[in-house]
């Protein structure tokens, strides 16, 4: 996939994931929503059956009262006295205190008692200053509905006392014919019996209800048929109207005097999801309304319970803030665990780079090695014939001279003879001799140097130096070379074969014997040091010493710096071919201090057996 388009497909799905986000956190948002406005509604169920049924006991306790006091001989006695204004101040005081006491043992507010005009004759706060006597109050629905025979009841602001309260009321009639059980019943039979006397009402005020409401903290509301909230937990909501108010209703309410005069506004108004906002804007104004109708005396009345939308708000707003803090917890787990896994895939990337280009060098490099094998393999090679070369040069040199003298001291010789001269002859065949056995010895240094290997087994290194030095002992007396030797009488064992080692040890003294010539006080110093493998000698002499410069070519074979017929170059060439055979090393240095002259320090690997085997007598170096 080209990795436009793979930027493209990654864009949609960035996309498709953030339009799937705000479907899921709208989704949750309406379900929360939805769940906590059904478990406020199921609550306001509850505690709505609950204030309901507590509404209407408070009613019905009251329901029978006025009728009970019609039927009693001493109201109808005095409601029936004709004409009225004989009812005598006696009588009622009677009933004002007869009254009295009931209102204060069923705990109605007043009880009162209205000829059929209307006018209060008699009441239970008779003593009060407020007293409903001498008030009429024939305009009030209780006392119509009471007036046709029926039962009447009604809600309304006192018109005297300014206070709400709730109103029924029977008629007072003659004889024993109203036996009522409903409004309408008694309505039709009371039509077609005599007009009542008058009226007996009880008042019964509904504060204390109220207040419970307002002390359970929730907001609770009756409104009436219609829709005039008459009781509120909340005070400036009451006298208020839900919905709407027609102008009959409203001239009704003004004729019945029924709130005594409150100017009635809406209360709220309804918002499209069916939530009331009241009094202002905002959602802690706003309420769901969830209502009951009441059957309390039949009045059309209704309980409504308001649940604060707010809270419901809270809720949805909270899961939908987890829901999102979940999803940016997903989202970021997303990214770790991509990043993570880009960064496995770089490291693996890496590694693999890696290994790779490791194995390109491994490769490049045994390539190289091959190369370098083959071109040291050439350079040996060439080194071999280059070597061979020079020993080919040194050797024809060597042999010529002497071959050269021979064949002029024979051919000379040969003509002396034919004069007759035998005694000069006889010098030059001695000449003969003396080249011949140059040729020899040369051929003997050769010959040496060509057998290789040989044997490796334990050999005294003092032994062997005492053997060479002995050989060596007409030359150094000759010279008068002051020898120091090593105080050890012990064995110092090396591994190698006794002629070799003796060769070693007479090319390096003669080489110092060969320094000494021309020193006045000649010394020459031996020295053996052990250590846990090796045997380090040294063979120091206090001659004039190795030019610096010269150092690195002692041991090339035929380098020489003596005279020709005195040095042949090998000596130190063999000594190191010797050294080489035994793994051990061989340098050469110039002494340092007030001393002159050259020390070769030899390391030759250390032996522990204690045979020896004593070197034959053709063995042995002459
Ligand atoms: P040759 O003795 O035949 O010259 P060598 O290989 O034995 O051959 O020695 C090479 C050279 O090393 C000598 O010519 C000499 O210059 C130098 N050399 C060897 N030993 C000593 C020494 N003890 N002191 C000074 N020079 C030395």
């Known amino acids: 996939m080209s990795p436009v388009r793979r930027r493209r497909l990654r864009r949609l799905a960035a996309l498709a994931g953030g339009f799937a986000t705000v479907a899921l956190l709208w989704w949750v948002w309406h379900w929360q929503f939805d769940n906590a406005l059904r478990e406020a509604q199921r609550h306001a169920d509850t505690r709505l059956a609950l204030y309901t049924s507590s509404l209407e006991g408070a009613l019905e306790r009251f329901a029978y009262l006025p009728d009970l006091l019609a039927r009693q001989p001493l109201i109808r006695s005095a409601l029936g006295r004709q004409p009225q204004d004989t009812l005598n101040a006696a009588m009622i005081r009677r009933i004002n205190a007869h009254l009295a006491r009931v209102a204060a043992s069923s705990g109605a507010e007043a009880i009162y008692m209205m000829n059929a005009r209307g006018l209060t004759v008699a009441a239970s706060n008779a003593a009060r200053e407020d007293s409903f006597i001498g008030q009429r109050y024939d305009y009030r629905p209780y006392f119509r509905q009471a007036m046709r025979g029926g039962q009447g009841e009604f809600f309304a602001v006192g018109s005297t006392t300014g206070r709400p309260g709730y109103f029924v009321s029977a008629p007072v009639t003659a004889g024993d014919v109203s036996v009522s059980v409903t409004a309408g019943e008694t ?106 109708d009441s059957t309390a005396g039949g009045l059309g009345w209704r309980m409504h319970y308001l649940v604060p939308v707010r809270p419901l708000y809270a809720r949805a707003r909270n899961a939908v803030l987890v829901a999102g803090a979940l999803c940016l917890a997903l989202l970021l787990l997303g990214l770790w665990l991509r990043e993570r896994q880009q960064r496995l895939w770089l490291r693996e990337r890496e590694a693999r780079l890696m290994r790779d280009a490791n194995e390109r060098l491994e490769s490049r490099v045994e390539a190289r090695t091959r190369e370098l094998e083959s071109a040291q393999a050439e350079l040996v090679q060439s080194g071999k014939l280059a070597a061979l070369g020079t020993m080919a040069a ?36 001695q000449r003969i001799q003396a080249l011949s056995e140059r040729l020899a010895t040369l051929i003997r240094q050769l010959k040496l140097f060509a057998r290789k290997g040989g044997a490796r ?101 035929f380098f020489t710096t003596k005279e020709v017929g005195d040095g042949l170059g090998l000596g130190l060439f063999i000594a190191y071919g010797i050294v080489q055979d035994l793994a051990g090393r ?26 020896r085997r004593q070197p034959s007598e053709e063995d042995s170096v002459t």
């Open 187 to 292: 309505a039709s039979r009371g039509a077609s019996a005599a007009p009542p006397l008058g009226v007996v009402a009880v008042k019964v005020s509904l504060e204390s209800l109220q207040a419970d409401w307002r002390q359970a903290g929730e907001k609770v509301m009756l409104s009436d048929a219609n829709g005039v909230v008459i009781l509120s937990s909340r005070a400036d909501w009451r006298y208020r109207y839900m919905g709407g108010l027609d102008a009959e209703a409203l001239g009704e309410i003004r004729a019945q005097r029924q709130f005594n005069g409150t100017e009635l506004r809406a209360l709220g108004e309804r918002l499209g999801d069916g939530s009331l906002l009241i009094d202002g804007n905002g959602v802690g104004k706003r309420f769901f309304t969830v209502t009951a």
């Open 457 to 557: 087994e334990p050999i005294d290194l003092l032994a062997r130096l005492d053997f060479v030095l002995e050989l060596l002992d007409e030359r150094i007396v000759r010279q008068g070379v002051e020898l120091e030797l090593p105080e050890s009488v012990q064995p110092v064992w090396v591994a190698g074969d006794s002629v070799r080692i003796e060769q070693l040890l007479t090319n390096l003294l003669r080489n110092a014997l060969d320094a000494l010539r021309e020193v006045a006080a000649p010394r020459l110093s031996v020295d053996v040091a052990l250590s846990d493998t090796r045997v380090v000698l040294t063979v120091a002499d206090n001659g004039s010493g190795i030019d610096e410069a010269l150092i690195g070519q002692l041991f090339d074979p």
């Open 586 to 611: 061989i340098r050469a240095e110039n002494r340092t201090g007030a001393q002159s002259g050259a020390v070769f320090i030899v390391e030759l690997p250390r032996a522990f057996e204690t045979r």
């Open 394 to 429: 040194g050797i024809a040199h060597e042999l010529n001279q002497p071959l050269a003298g021979i064949r002029t001291y024979a051919a000379s010789g040969a003509r002396l003879l034919e004069r007759g001269r035998p005694e000069s002859a006889q010098d030059n065949f």
